[in-house]
């Protein structure tokens, strides 16, 4: 079975920059549209950015735009952080899609990482 297994996270200050890393065990992700996801304290889980099979294609989320950077290899799904502040604490998760496209729609995402906690002090 394929596992998404995640990595990076931490505590920062506000400015500070974090990396996070999104393997899928046993296989590439090159071939599927992924994203990251993030859920604030008593918040619902958001969009954050998503990415297509190619890398061509990306979409960020409006909090994000600017800020953050989604990238990929052949094995790894990749969320670089830079400018944080506290209103990007959350828990962050990455997912796949069984379609070559980026999207923003949580619901078409059938596999997810464990996810990882970020949190920006002020």
């Known amino acids: 079975q394929v596992h998404l297994v995640q990595s990076g996270g931490g505590l920062v200050q506000a400015g500070d920059s974090l990396k996070l890393t999104c393997v899928a065990s046993g296989r590439i992700v090159a071939r599927y549209g992924m994203g990251w996801f993030r859920r604030a304290p008593e918040k619902e889980r958001e969009f954050v950015a998503a990415i297509s099979w190619s890398g061509e294609d990306t979409i960020y989320a409006d909090s994000v735009q600017g800020r953050f950077s989604v990238s990929r290899d052949k094995y790894t799904l990749y969320l670089q952080m830079n400018s944080l502040v506290p209103e990007d604490t959350a828990v962050y998760f990455c997912?796949?899609?069984?379609?070559?496209?980026?999207?923003?729609?949580?619901?078409?995402?059938?596999?997810w990482g464990q996810g990882t906690q970020v949190t920006v002090s002020s």
């Open positions: 997912a796949e899609r069984p379609y070559s496209s980026a999207s923003s729609l949580e619901s078409s995402h059938n596999r």
